[in-house]
């Protein structure tokens, strides 16, 4: 038995009172980010210590503010928020000081994924009914799929969350502690082994494939859509004076395009939930992946697109939340071990396998198509780790 807490993403119908507030908060929210990471850039130019984020969330409010009464519009949204920007900009710093990062990025109006956070300060907030949640600062906004999020009635508690932007939608984002547990044991059923790739988005040991949705005729007219719209979009910016406003029909268009990415998007993160859920009902006592290099194989300009529209990261992080939930032990094996060369019946690793060379034929007389292969040899596995 144990606690689990589960985030619950869903659309938010706020009103016009309530939408400002959000754009406000977030548009605070970017531009304390964006002044902390400066600040510290200034501080490393002169030669100066390093401000944690504590420090300077002391300084903003203690001295900056009162000393710059302009700014004092910084205080107008929710603490929280503009406390969670800054640690996510200490996080950012700490990423590049010790893992070798890239050094963090402004946040850029439009573009850049800001998002307002909030957390139950008192028990009066972040109560969840049916239809509706209550955010501090925001008060009651209405919940479009209703009954999504657990309701504080049946005792679920709503921690914290985030309310995001996209394509002119709101979506809320709350974490919620569900009550104790029980994980079920699935020691007594077989291992499975998935070979992910781009010809087909999921190769099972078992014999199940999950074809490329992105070949489906549906995402090929929307992506053949995006294309049209992005040149009436591109047209219209080089038709634009030079010193010029952006025009409120450059905007329009803009909106159309980020709607047309945003449905594709969840056309493709819909069909990933699909195939996480189908093959966790099976109930395998352990599940084996390899470790992509995506990075490296987005490098690759012949296969880039093809790639970054497979979500693998995505999948992975999710098939990682679906086993911890269902007791599910999540084995990932070295991205240099050779599944696909290594032959399932004798072991022999066939070190001139082409990429073209979509079925496996060994000397000892073994042919099985490369992926399924390459699926039950991950399966089989003896050297991985388990995902963290």
């Not at 531009?31 to 944690?52: C, I, P, Q, R, W």
């Not at 499975?192 to 549906?218: E, P, V």
């Not at 082409?354 to 490369?370: A, M």
């Amino acid at each position: 038995m144990r606690k689990l807490l589960k985030s619950f993403k869903t659309e938010i119908n706020p009103t016009v009172d309530q939408k400002i507030k959000i754009n406000k908060t977030i548009g605070t929210c970017r531009y304390v980010y964006n002044f902390y990471l400066s600040h510290n850039k200034a501080l490393y130019d002169n030669g100066e210590k390093f401000m944690t984020g504590k420090s300077f969330s002391v300084w903003l409010n203690n001295e900056y503010i009162p000393n710059n009464p302009d700014k004092a519009w910084i205080k107008e949204v929710s603490s929280k928020a503009i406390k969670k920007s800054i640690e996510n900009g200490y996080t950012a710093f700490t990423r590049f000081f010790k893992h070798q990062c890239a050094f963090p990025r402004f946040k850029k109006k439009g573009k850049s994924d800001v998002k307002m956070y909030f957390i139950k300060n008192n028990p009066k907030d972040c109560i969840c009914e049916r239809h509706r949640l209550k955010i501090p600062t925001l008060g009651w906004v209405r919940i479009k799929e209703k009954g999504y999020i657990p309701t504080s009635k049946d005792r679920y508690v709503v921690r914290s969350g985030t309310i995001s932007i996209k394509a002119g939608r709101y979506y809320v984002s709350a974490l919620v502690e569900l009550p104790d547990m029980k994980v079920a044991n699935n020691n007594n059923n077989e291992g499975i082994g998935i070979d992910l790739g781009i010809k087909d988005f999921a190769i099972i040991s078992n014999g199940k494939t999950y074809k490329n949705i992105n070949k489906s005729t549906r995402l090929k007219k929307l992506e053949k859509q995006l294309r049209r719209e992005q040149r009436y979009l591109s047209r219209k910016y080089e038709n634009l004076k030079k010193g010029e406003s952006t025009q409120k029909n450059i905007q329009k268009q803009k909106l159309k395009v980020q709607k047309l990415y945003h449905r594709i998007s969840n056309i493709r993160t819909d069909y990933i939930n699909k195939v996480i859920a189908e093959i966790v009902k099976t109930k395998p006592s352990y599940i084996t992946i390899e470790d992509l290099n995506v990075s490296g194989m987005m490098k690759n300009r012949h296969l880039s697109k093809a790639v970054a529209s497979q979500k693998f990261y995505e999948f992975r992080t999710k098939l990682k939340a679906k086993c911890d939930e269902n007791g599910i032990e999540l084995r990932v094996v070295d991205r240099w071990y050779p599944s696909s060369k290594l032959c399932h019946c004798c072991g022999t690793i066939k070190k001139d396998l082409k990429l073209s060379d979509r079925i496996y034929r060994c000397d000892c007389g073994y042919v099985e198509d490369r992926d399924v292969n390459a699926a039950l040899n991950l399966k089989d596995a003896l050297t991985y780790k388990i995902a963290r």
